[in-house]
């Protein structure tokens, strides 16, 4: 049988195994569906999440209709009458409420999540891309390189997560903004990317570099060594391959965790920026406004709702991802036990 019928009848049996997982399976499907709708939706998100109605909707709890005026929401009443689109829309903007600004909650939250979603995707790519190279090129090496690379990581562990953010930040947000033209907030956020993926490719490479440790001693690493293969093969034709279950699994670890940290850092101010929102300052902004004398729970609990259950979701997808590619961590079937027995020579 070849490499590529393998690969194929591999890739078959752990998409099966996959699929088998309930709760992974409709963590995968409400992601997925998420995703879709905010961003089939981002265009009136982009246009309206800032939309302020101070004399109408300021910190209106939710309701089923709109407690704002079409104009402030597209070019004027007539045309929000006549766009069934835009009219669907006008009446989803008090679903989950306005905030102190008489914002809508709802309209804020969906490209938060986007944001969100892509700081973890980012700093994931990052941690599996460092991490691998990093911990497969000291484990290959060995030696005084080795151990040189991994005391670099542990230093690197040693720093204050919170200081290296802040001190990031300060360097890098003025020579970048002029770089990009000006554009401060897309500084921001690419420092803010750069400091968590920053961090998250630590554990990677403590992770590639045993696992590269294990496959070294193998005996088709030793045969491909005799035949006259470099590191550089090695690695792509032998080491690789066998390390893309390990990677996809610690990387769909790295997004919860991601958006778990860029939630805690805008929570601390030291995130994303306002007019810009992402479901960690939408929760800041709640637990602000909060107040013996008024309860607007709503600016609280939608926020923290949505956080909690897509952290959930993506741990339930990284759960049934490591399920399903670490074959040898299953229980032998009762086929297969039965096939053994059977087959083996009898006395």
């Known amino acids: 049988m070849g490499t590529r019928v393998r690969d194929r009848l ?47 909707a300021v910190r209106h709890a939710p309701s089923a209709g709109p407690v704002v005026p079409a104009a402030s929401f597209g070019a004027g009443p007539d045309d929000a009458t006549r766009s069934p689109w835009r009219r669907a829309a006008h009446r989803s903007v008090s679903w989950l409420g306005h905030d102190d600004l008489g914002r809508s909650l709802l309209y ?29 090129t000291a484990a290959l090496a060995g030696g005084r390189i080795d151990l040189l690379m991994m005391r670099v990581v542990d230093v690197l562990y040693g720093l204050p997560y919170i200081l290296s953010v802040i001190l990031l930040k300060i360097a890098l947000t003025r020579p970048l903004a002029t770089l990009l033209g000006g554009h401060t907030r897309t500084a921001e956020l690419i420092i803010l990317i750069l400091a968590i993926g920053g961090v998250s490719w630590l554990t990677m490479a403590r992770v590639i570099r045993g696992q590269v440790l294990f496959l070294r001693a193998s005996l088709y ?18 080491l690789l391959p066998n390390l893309i279950g390990p990677i996809v699994v610690y990387a769909t670890l790295v997004v919860p965790q991601a958006i778990l940290q860029e939630s805690f ?11 810009q929102a992402t479901w960690g300052s939408l929760a800041a902004d709640g637990v602000r406004l909060l107040n013996p004398v008024r309860f607007d729970w709503w600016l609280v609990v939608f926020p923290c709702a949505a956080l909690s259950v897509t952290l959930l979701a993506l741990n339930f997808v990284g759960d049934g991802l490591r399920d399903a590619l670490d074959v040898r961590g299953k229980p032998m079937s009762r086929q297969r036990l039965d096939a053994s027995r059977t087959s083996r020579p009898q006395c």
Do not use: D
Not at 41 to 48: A, E, G
Not at 109 to 136: D, E, K, N, Q, Y
């Open 265 to 275: 850092l805008s929570f601390l101010g030291v995130g994303v920026q306002p007019p």
């Open 221 to 238: 690493i030793e045969a491909a060594r005799a035949a006259g293969g470099g590191s550089l093969y090695i690695l792509r034709r032998h």
């Open 10 to 56: 591999g890739s078959r049996t752990a998409w099966a195994r996959f699929r088998r997982n309930r709760a992974a399976r409709a963590s995968a499907v409400a992601l997925v569906v998420l995703t879709g709708v905010c961003l089939a939706t981002l265009p009136l998100s982009v246009k309206w999440y800032n939309v302020q109605e101070l004399s109408q």
């Open 108 to 136: 804020r939250l969906m490209p938060g999540f986007l944001i969100s979603l892509a700081v973890g995707l980012a700093a994931a790519l990052m941690a599996v891309v460092l991490g691998t190279m990093w911990g497969a």
